[in-house]
């Protein structure tokens, strides 16, 4: 049997117990440390994925329905300026159009119009909600086929938010949101209340029955008041029921009482 020394014994077993102290460590990180590489935890992952699926998330106020472009008449003559955005503003108008569209003047940020939006749309961006109502224009007939009729129609002084494509309608000139994809309405704007009606002049009471003859605005004459030439000599009767005659005094024609 060979026989070592004990020093190399010893210095054996240290580095036995070195190694196996390291394996332990990599294997276990001691409480409170954080691997630098952590493997992820499949466990875990699956549960989050499945959370994650049964939270609804709320749908982007700017996502925009391409599929509506199909039921466009005339695509052409809309320039894309934005594929895609959000207005906010107040309807001033609301009118149906005979190609089925809902034709919304909105008054909003002066950046959104043109020249030709001030001279022919009272300076508002003009909104079309296509295919909203009865089509009598026969060429938008088919392109306004299965389109639903789902969005909200405004009244005039609704503030409203609205998400379509931007664009300028090439045939007229101005700026649009068409086809607009969903139309908010977020308050309301009282209308002004009407002015007053100018006041008018009261029309004078009716003369008592039985008075005559009457002045020009229809009142009893009273004893004293001038009367007009033409009535010279003639009797009437007062207010009050007297007797009255036009006779000429100090060169005027005045009512006496009929002694």
């Not at 102290?21 to 001691?30: D, E, V, W, Y």
């Not at 875990?44 to 709320?58: D, I, L």
């Not at 306004?144 to 300028?168: E, F, I, K, W």
Request: glycine share 6%.
């Amino acid at each position: 049997m060979t026989r070592y020394p004990v020093a190399v014994l010893a210095l054996a077993a240290a580095l036995v117990l070195a190694v196996a102290g390291c394996s332990s460590s990599t294997s276990h990180p001691a409480a409170g440390h954080t691997s630098a590489v952590s493997a992820p935890n499949p466990t875990a992952a699956s549960r989050a994925n499945a959370n994650a699926a049964s939270t609804p998330r709320p749908a982007h106020h700017h996502r925009c329905d391409a599929a509506l472009w199909q039921h466009v008449y005339h695509p052409d003559r809309l320039h894309v300026i934005h594929s895609c955005m959000t207005v906010r503003g107040r309807v001033d108008a609301v009118r149906q159009e005979p190609d089925g569209d809902l034709h919304i003047l909105l008054a909003t940020r002066p950046a959104l119009v043109n020249s030709a939006n001030v001279t022919d749309q009272h300076g508002d961006l003009v909104l079309e909600e296509i295919c909203q109502g009865p089509v009598t224009q026969t060429d938008a007939i088919d392109a306004c086929q299965g389109v639903p009729h789902n969005l909200t129609m405004p009244s005039a002084g609704d503030r409203v938010r609205v998400t379509g494509s931007y664009v300028l309608d090439a045939d007229h000139g101005w700026m649009e949101i068409h086809p607009v994809t969903k139309l908010t309405v977020t308050g309301h704007v009282a209308a002004a209340p009407a002015p007053a009606p100018a006041p008018s002049s009261a029309a004078p009471p009716p003369a008592p029955a039985g008075c005559h003859p009457t002045t020009s605005s229809g009142n009893c004459y009273e004893p004293g008041e001038f009367c007009p030439e033409a009535d010279a000599g003639m009797t009437g009767i007062a207010q009050d029921g007297e007797r009255i005659t036009c006779v000429l005094e100090s060169g005027r024609y005045h009512w006496h009482p009929v002694s």
